[in-house]
Nanobody, 120 residues
Framework: QVQLVESGGGLVQAGGSLRLSCAAS????????MGWYRQPPGKQRELVAT???????NYADSVKGRFTISRDNAKNTVYLQMNSLKPEDTAVYYC??????????????WGQGTQVTVSS
């Protein structure tokens, strides 16, 4: 059993900041990539940012320069620092982790999502 629990979402004005956290727990041998995805209202889920186990990052063009992804391997936690938020950032944000369960087998796990709403 693996669970991903997100926190830090909420309502913020345009130009403001939020920091999302996602902690993985359960039967975890290792974690490879972790990431954040989002689903705006009426749209498909899209990639926001990913980070490898050794800290290499990748960002969607729409958030490059505004968002920063990081992780704490000791805590099995991934973070998303969101600055200069825009109304178009409004979405449900989901964390993702590629979790090793042993025997060289990895599986993708998803959090339940946290709502981020940017006003004006």
């Amino acid at each position: 059993q693996v669970q991903l629990v997100e926190s830090g979402g909420g309502l913020v004005q345009a130009g403001g900041s939020l920091r999302l956290s996602c902690a993985a727990s359960g039967s975890i041998f290792s974690i490879n990539d972790m990431g954040w995805y989002r689903q705006p209202p009426g749209k498909q889920r899209e990639l926001v940012a990913t980070i490898t186990s050794d800290g290499r990052t990748n960002y969607a063009d729409s958030v490059k320069g505004r968002f920063t992804i990081s992780r704490d391997n000791a805590k099995n936690t991934v973070y998303l620092q969101m600055n200069s938020l825009k109304p178009e950032d409004t979405a449900v944000y989901y964390c993702n982790a590629e979790v090793g369960r042993g025997w060289g087998r990895f599986y993708d796990y998803w959090g339940q999502g946290t709502q981020v709403t940017v006003s004006s």
